[in-house]
């Protein structure tokens, strides 16, 4: 079965801090892909990040980074030098395949908050 | 047009009422979501159609019935709701998955915050 853990729950950094939120998963498929979506209070999904399987390679785009490492089915998001604006709900999901369909499996989620 | 829409933002409803949830898109994508968010939890599947045709219900109750009538429009048809089923309901798209090293990513709609009085 397909499975993503995100063990914490809630992380309260200080403005300018570096965070980063683990996510762990669990899957049978060969070939997965993994994202990141931002929830702020407003309730939309905002897509961060796709990951496929098959490519390691660290990403940077600004203040973010993922970090996916294969061999320990992890694949961690880090935001330096965090801002208040990134308070938000953020989920690690994978897809997964069913009955020929694709469709998103969702960690529990991550609830930032950066005080000023 | 790179965008979901969903259709009301807000909706308050009685426990007999009926009403629809409506999602449109018009990126060319032929596989269509629905998802439930209730408060402080994540999305959880409810219904994917792919080519129009219904092709996952994730053991949702018939209260909740989802309808495709073409490419760019998906529905959900509420009736006889409970409390509990207050919750944020969104809506997401994709392109059909063909090969394993091709997916595109979802594109979600902003939601429906539904309340069930």
């Known amino acids: 079965a397909q499975k993503v853990t995100q063990a914490q729950t809630e992380i309260s950094v200080v403005e300018k801090e570096d965070v980063t939120l683990d996510c762990v998963y669990e899957t049978r498929d060969t070939t997965y892909y993994l994202f990141w979506y931002k929830q702020p209070p407003s309730g939309e999904l905002v897509f961060l990040i796709r990951r496929n399987s098959f490519d390691e390679q660290n990403e940077i785009s600004g203040r973010y980074s993922w970090n996916f490492q294969k061999s320990t089915s992890s694949f961690n998001f880090t935001i330096t030098a965090s801002q208040v604006v990134d308070s938000a709900v953020y989920f690690c999901a994978l897809s997964a395949t069913q009955g020929g369909s694709e469709k998103l499996v969702f960690g529990k989620g991550t609830k930032l908050t950066v005080n000023p | ?47 994917v159609y792919s080519y129009e045709k219904l092709s996952i219900n994730e053991s949702v109750p018939s209260r909740f019935s989802p309808e495709c009538p073409n490419s760019s429009l998906l529905n959900l048809h509420l009736h006889a709701l409970q409390p509990e089923d207050s919750a944020l309901y969104l809506c997401a798209s994709s392109q059909v998955v063909k090969r394993k090293d091709r997916h595109y990513g979802y594109t979600f709609g902003s939601g429906t915050r539904l309340t069930v009085v």
């Open chain 2, 1 to 47: 047009d790179t965008e979901v829409t969903q259709t009301p933002k807000h909706l308050v409803m009685g426990m007999t009422n009926k009403k629809s949830l409506k999602c449109e898109q018009h990126m060319g994508h032929r596989a269509m979501y629905w998802y439930k968010q209730k408060a402080k939890k994540p999305p959880e599947l409810m219904f």
